[in-house]
């Protein structure tokens, strides 16, 4: 069974680092393309940063120079770096995969940035 966990999360002043962790199982995350989407209230959600399974990476404008997406393929885990948070980035932050044709989403973090 597939599945994506979520942690990391939390509540931080502005200028300050978050680590979330995108926890996989029932599939090998450097197999296939990873993502981290972010849905603020009353808001789309929307692609922050995504690694392929050749560890090529993207970012949303918003992010480039402040977030990294890195994979720890022996953890089966990927990870989104956070730094220098801005307000504008709370969030519930999810990880998601396409795996066998089928799209799976975790159950989502919170980040909060305070101004």
């Known amino acids: 069974e597939v599945q994506l966990v979520e942690s990391g999360g939390g509540l931080v002043q502005a200028g300050g680092s978050l680590r979330l962790s995108c926890a996989a199982s029932?599939?090998?995350?450097?197999?296939?393309?990873i993502g981290w989407f972010r849905q603020a209230p009353g808001k789309e959600r929307e692609l922050v940063a995504g690694?392929?399974?050749?560890?090529?990476?993207n970012y949303v404008d918003s992010v480039k120079g402040r977030f990294t997406i890195s994979m720890d393929s022996a953890g089966n885990t990927v990870y989104l770096q956070m730094n220098s948070l801005k307000p504008e980035d709370t969030a519930v932050y999810y990880c998601?995969?396409?795996?066998?044709?089928?799209?799976?989403w975790g159950q989502g973090t919170q980040v909060t940035v305070s101004s």
């Open positions: 998601h995969a396409r795996v066998y044709a089928t799209n799976y």
């Open positions: 029932g599939f090998t995350v450097d197999e296939y393309a």
């Open positions: 690694i392929t399974n050749g560890g090529s990476t």
